[in-house]
């Protein structure tokens, strides 16, 4: 099995998509101090493959095999904006201060893009080769 997980200090939540013998276009918010399902996020029409939490646990970007990115409001589990990539998403994070996410996609592109609000505004640059996890320190 494949999972794909990311977790919030400062909301003390976490975002989990276990692709097993199915595959599972959803992701689930966790509570970690009870341990309970918060809500699920729906959106994708394959395979999530990226998950990530804004540092200040109000965003959730979520990478697919349907070749988009989805931008989710954590609070009411809804969809805030799509942005769909040349091919499918390999990995996502979001910067520390919060207003840039970067994602990476099979063909090795990496896209960086600016959160305003609601929408995002996106500008791309090119990478080669296979992406690791993406994580900002």
Do not use: M
């Amino acid at each position: 099995p494949h999972f794909f997980f990311n977790y919030s200090a400062t909301t003390d939540i976490y975002i989990i998509t276990l692709n097993d013998a199915l595959p599972i276009y959803t992701l689930k918010v966790w509570e970690v101090a009870t341990g309970r399902e918060i809500r699920t996020l729906s959106g994708h029409s394959r395979s999530v493959t990226a998950v990530a939490i804004a540092p200040d646990g109000k965003l959730a970007i979520s990478g697919s095999r349907d070749n988009t990115l989805k931008v989710w409001e954590v609070a009411t589990g809804r969809l805030l904006t799509t942005f769909t990539a040349d091919h499918f998403l390999l990995c996502c994070a979001i910067t520390p201060d919060g207003p840039t996410v970067v994602a990476g996609d099979a063909s090795g592109r990496v896209y960086f893009l600016a959160i305003a609000g609601t929408a995002s505004e996106g500008n791309s640059g090119v990478g080669t080769g296979a992406l690791p996890p993406i994580q900002f320190s």
